[in-house]
């Protein structure tokens, strides 16, 4: 909290800003092309030289590191045999390890893997959307809008979604403001506005994290059963799902991709949060080497989520006429549904479950039931 | 400059306006007064005022079964809101610094945060049960949808605030507890005090006609 601070805190702040302001001074003088970043980094450097330090001397009488007296010391430092265990007064986790090569592995991979990479696999995935958009356009119903209706999707149905929506974009968000906020968002905002921002970002992740495990389990158990596979989904897929080629392919009430989406949610969504759990949560009693590669799968799963979900919230709003109004009010258009879910349109006709344009705004999925669909395995022809 | 100005006279503008207006509000609701019953009493309607203020509070069954994710989010909302607001230490020191003078016992920090969960997921939830909802979206009206987003903003300030390193962020949460504090006698969040008049009116009410409501 926000107590008066006394004569002894702020001679201690004062050794600190001092030891601070050396840090940054002498690292400002030798920044790093490698990381291609142009910001400080006191433990970079301070790395380079005891591996540096610590390299193995090549075998021969006239090699200076044989002469280097403290060879022995840096190379017990930097721990790369079987680590041996040191002694300390803290009982914890990896206390009796002085440096652990371990973190410098996840730190490498971090500033010059994940970041770089994960940048250009998102934007990537930006500009190809935006790509396919120009080229493709957008998906119209062939047959235009209709004045009949079908119910999609129930209020609890639409509501878990838009849970899980909200809470996927502001994790999305604010993960990405850690993430490349150090490169993007310090020369647009300064340090000390980016570093408000990455403590906000970091609690507001922390905090909404367990949240999206929670809807997670909402959306997996409301809808597992109809993504489950059926005949003719893998002719769906061969077909690219009428992208590739003019000729229409019928499908279910969720066709692959969609299935496959909601897999990819379940699973590798499963594994980003699981993997935040740890993160958020060292107290556990998790060692270093599980902590760094909690980090690793969350950063890898994140941003593949993030791409799947890009495709997602494209092709269900600008990228296909009357995709979100399923979504959005719980009933979508009778043509739509025959051009896109043909299979499960035909059933709801037969059933009788088409409704009028003044019907369905009366009522808006308030039926609390699921929408009829095709059982397993009776509709795939 | 505006720093001083939202922990300074801000602060106490806006607590005099909600203590004003919430006294102002009650004692309106009060003056109305009710009808004269000139039936002759079954029971007396103190013994029921008192059993309807918190029976109501327990889930019937055909609420139960007919509207959980209410049910169920409404508990969540209510009673982390509850406990964030009263039982976490950033707020009991606050309130002992600026108001009390006294503080009492406090949540531990695990205990903050799984209240924060509870309270978002709640409060979430039923944001969306009203805007999906057809029936809800139909009754609720802006006023509605302002303290929605009032008391989501103070929560979502306070949880970025939550590393307590910033000044800037507790700022922004103390300035939007202030407007919601402002608000708060002029909107429906008034049912966080009309409640109980309204429970014991119709406990006692019921009370004194022998009806078990």
């Known amino acids: ?44 450097d301070l790395w380079r030289e005891v591996r540096q330090r610590a390299q193995p001397a090549t075998p021969g009488p ?136 990455a403590s906000a970002s970091k609690e507001g992740h922390n905090l909404f994290g367990p949240l999206f495990l929670l809807a997670l389990a909402l959306i997996f158990f409301r809808f597992v059963r109809r993504n489950i596979y059926q005949r003719g989904d893998l002719a769906w897929l061969l077909r690219g799902g009428g992208v590739i080629g003019s000729k229409h392919v019928p499908s279910n009430f969720f ?127 | 400059m505006i720093g001083d100005f939202i922990d300074g006279p801000l602060w106490y503008l806006s607590l005099t306006v909600f203590l004003l207006g919430v006294v102002w509000r009650l004692v309106a609701i009060l003056r109305v007064g009710v009808a004269p019953d000139f039936s002759t009493a079954r029971h007396g309607g103190a013994g029921g005022a008192l059993r309807t203020l918190f029976t109501r509070s327990l889930p019937r069954r055909p609420v139960f079964t007919r509207g959980k994710v209410q049910l169920i989010a409404g508990y969540m909302f209510h009673l982390g809101l509850f406990a964030l607001l009263f039982l976490a230490q950033p707020h009991v020191e606050f309130i002992s610094e600026r108001i009390t003078g006294f503080g009492w016992v406090t949540l531990p920090h695990w205990g903050f945060i799984l209240a924060a969960e509870v309270a978002f997921a709640g409060l979430l939830l039923l944001l969306l049960y009203r805007l999906m909802n057809p029936v809800t979206r139909l009754i609720s009206d802006t006023g509605d949808y302002t303290a929605s987003l009032l008391v989501f903003l103070v929560m979502l300030s306070g949880c970025l605030a939550l590393a307590q390193a910033y000044e800037g962020l507790r700022l922004l949460h103390l300035l939007l507890a202030e407007l919601l504090l402002i608000y708060f006698p002029f909107s429906t969040l008034m049912h966080a005090f009309t409640f109980a008049i309204s429970r014991g009116y119709t406990g006692a009410a019921m009370a004194r006609k022998g009806v078990n409501a």
């Open chain 1, 1 to 44: 909290m926000y107590r008066p601070v006394s004569g002894t805190a702020i001679l201690r702040l004062l050794q600190l800003l001092i030891v601070l302001a050396l840090v940054v001074a002498g690292n400002l003088s030798a920044q790093t092309q490698a990381e291609g970043i142009q910001l400080p980094n006191p433990g970079t």
């Open chain 1, 62 to 197: 006239t090699s200076p590191m044989r002469q280097a007296p403290g060879i022995d010391l840096w190379s017990e430092v930097q721990q790369t045999n079987p680590v041996p265990a040191g002694n300390t007064q803290v009982k914890s986790v990896d206390s009796g390890m002085l440096i652990n090569p371990v973190g410098d592995q996840w730190r490498r991979f971090r500033m010059e893997m994940l970041v770089p990479y994960g940048g250009y696999v998102l934007g990537g995935a930006l500009l190809l959307t935006l790509a396919f958009y120009l080229i493709r356009g957008r998906v119209p119903i062939h047959a235009g809008p209709s004045d009949k209706r079908l119910l999609r999707y129930t209020v609890y149905e639409r509501m878990i979604h838009w849970f899980i929506a909200a809470i996927f974009l502001f994790l999305a968000l604010t993960g990405l403001t850690m993430l490349f906020g150090r490169s993007l968002l310090i020369p647009l905002l300064g340090p000390e506005a980016f570093s408000l921002l």
């Open chain 1, 255 to 381: 066709n692959m991709g969609e299935k496959s989406m909601f897999w990819m949610l379940v699973l590798v969504g499963g594994v980003t949060a699981l993997s935040g759990i740890i993160l958020v949560f060292p107290i556990l009693g998790l060692g270093r080497e599980l902590m760094a590669l909690s980090h690793v799968a969350h950063g890898v799963t994140a941003m593949a989520m993030m791409v799947v979900i890009v495709g997602h919230i494209y092709i269900g709003s600008i990228g296909m006429e009357g995709a979100l109004e399923g979504m959005a009010t719980g009933y979508c258009d009778l043509n739509w549904a025959r051009e896109h879910h043909d299979w499960w349109a035909e059933q709801c006709e037969q059933n009788g479950e088409v409704v009028s344009v003044e019907e369905a705004a009366g009522t808006e999925g308030f039926a609390q039931g699921a929408p009829k669909h095709a059982p397993l395995g009776e509709t795939g022809k």
